[in-house]
């Protein structure tokens, strides 16, 4: 399992290619966000550029979420890929910075955590309202929907009794 990679031993030549999975404790979710997780493959290919490097890979695994709706635990695949540019902080530019670029990473470490990599793709690639699945809506909207013919039935209801103690 590799997991730090030095950028020096990287030419344009040849790119770094690295295939590796990792497992719950490295990658040290929060608990509050994810309940649980399988152990994340990484495929990633770093090329060398005239300035900095491009990194760009995939990710695949499986969390366990709480569904925001109803909070039964299930489980949401995660299958993503992403490409950034890791440039040294010598290139930040006003520009970037003001328009906050996200396919640009500055950074003048020689190692990267590939860890960090997996990590961070997960949160990218992570629901922002996570749902246990269409169900959970729809029996919402079912419920929502029951109560409204509730109060209907018990407005004729009214009425009926009304009707009926005018023919005594
Ligand atoms: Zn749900």
Redesign the pocket.
Same mark, same amino acid.
């Given at each position: 399992m590799k997991r730090y990679v030095n950028l020096r031993e990287i030419t344009v030549k040849e790119p770094l290619k690295v295939d590796t999975e990792f497992g719950e404790k490295l990658l040290d979710l929060p608990a509050e966000e994810v309940v649980r997780a399988t152990p994340f493959s990484l495929h990633v290919e770093i090329h060398k550029r005239a300035v900095g490097y491009n990194v760009r890979g995939q990710i695949k695994g499986t969390v366990t979420l709480r =569904?925001?709706?109803?909070?039964?635990e299930?489980q949401e695949k995660i299958d993503g890929s992403f490409s950034f540019d890791l440039l040294p902080t010598s290139e930040i530019t006003e520009g970037q910075i003001k328009h906050g670029e996200l396919d640009v990473k500055f950074s003048d470490e020689d190692v990267v955590d590939l860890a960090d990599v997996v990590r961070e793709q997960i949160f990218l690639n992570l629901p922002v309202k996570p749902?246990?699945?269409e169900? =959970?809506e729809l029996e919402d909207y079912k419920e929502w929907n029951g109560e409204e013919k509730d109060e209907r039935w018990s407005k004729l209801k009214q009425l009926k009794e009304k009707l009926d103690r005018k023919e005594k």
């Open positions: =569904c925001s709706r109803c909070d039964r299930y749902l246990c699945g169900k =959970c």
